[in-house]
C-alpha cells in the first residue's frame, strides 16, 4: 500500500481564493482525521470522519473551513476564502478504526497564503 | 482527554539509551497512552501504545508506572536518524471507530555524535 496520499504537496495562492486539499487513505481504514500544524499552535486536529461520517469538527477554525468524505477512498478539505493566517501545513491521517489502532499520516500538504 | 506533560527538549548521545519521560496524572482507566514522533518535514510516525503494562516492539519499549499517572519512552540505541519531536498522548479507548487523537507540544530530541 502507498500510504495516505495527499496533494497536492505544496500550494501557493492568494488570499481570498479558494483552496481545496485532497487526501487519499489507506484502503479499508474507515476511520480519518485532518490536521494543522503551524510553529505557534502546533498539531490541530481539525476534524475527524468515521465510516465517513464526521465525528467531531470542534478544531474547525469557522466557517471558512469545511471538510468532506463523499466515500471511504477520499476525503476533501476546503478553505474559501483563504487568509494568510492559513498558512500551515495540512496532515490528513487514517486509522483502521478498530480497538486501539495506530494512525498514519501522510506527509503533508504545505499551503502558504499571500 | 487527559493532559499530557513533557520536557521541552532532551538531548542524547549516539549509541546511549533515549528515556522520553511523559507525566499524565488524570489518565482514566479506559485511555491508553500512545506515543508518536515526527521527524523534520514529515508526518508523524506511531510508535508504542499501552494501557498498564509495559510494551516493547522493534522501535522502543514503553514503560508505564504501576499508577499509571506517568510512563517513559525508551529508544534503546539512539541513532541520529531519532532526532524528532516525540509525542506522548493520552487516548480513550475505541469501540470499534477510531477515538480523537490529540497532539501536546511534545519533547524535542536531539541525537548527537
Known amino acids: 500500500d502507498a500510504g495516505v496520499i495527499q496533494s497536492p504537496r505544496h500550494e501557493v495562492t492568494e488570499m481570498g481564493q479558494e483552496v481545496t486539499l485532497r487526501c487519499k487513505p489507506i484502503?479499508?481504514?474507515?476511520?480519518l482525521f485532518w490536521y494543522r500544524q503551524t510553529m505557534m499552535r502546533g498539531l490541530e486536529l481539525l476534524i475527524y470522519?468515521?465510516?465517513?461520517?464526521?465525528?467531531?469538527d470542534s478544531g474547525m477554525p469557522e466557517d471558512r473551513f469545511s471538510a468532506k468524505m463523499p466515500n471511504a477512498s477520499f476525503s476533501t478539505l476546503k478553505i474559501q476564502p483563504s487568509e494568510p493566517r492559513d498558512s500551515a501545513v495540512y496532515f490528513c491521517?487514517?486509522?483502521?478504526?478498530?480497538?486501539?489502532?495506530?494512525?498514519?499520516f501522510g506527509q503533508g500538504t504545505r499551503l502558504t497564503v499571500v | 482527554d487527559a493532559k499530557t506533560t513533557q520536557p521541552p527538549s532532551m538531548d542524547c548521545a549516539e549509541g546511549r539509551a533515549a528515556n522520553l519521560p511523559c507525566n499524565h496524572s488524570?489518565?482514566?482507566?479506559?485511555?491508553?497512552v500512545y506515543w508518536y514522533r515526527q521527524i523534520h518535514s514529515q508526518g508523524p510516525q506511531y510508535i508504542i501504545h499501552g494501557l498498564k503494562n509495559n510494551e516493547t516492539n522493534e522501535m522502543a519499549s514503553l514503560i508505564i508506572t504501576e499508577d499509571r499517572k506517568s510512563s517513559t519512552l525508551i529508544l534503546p540505541h539512539a541513532t541520529l536518524r531519532d532526532t524528532a519531536v516525540y509525542y506522548c498522548?493520552?487516548?480513550?479507548?475505541?469501540?470499534?471507530?477510531?477515538?480523537?487523537?490529540?497532539f501536546g507540544t511534545g519533547t524535542r530530541l536531539q541525537v548527537t555524535l
Open positions: 498522548i493520552v487516548r480513550a479507548r475505541s469501540t470499534g471507530t477510531a477515538s480523537k487523537l490529540t
Open positions: 491521517a487514517s486509522s483502521p478504526g478498530q480497538l486501539n489502532t495506530e494512525a498514519f
Open positions: 470522519f468515521n465510516n465517513n461520517v464526521p465525528i467531531d
Open positions: 484502503s479499508g481504514h474507515n476511520s
Open positions: 488524570t489518565i482514566s482507566g479506559n485511555e491508553y
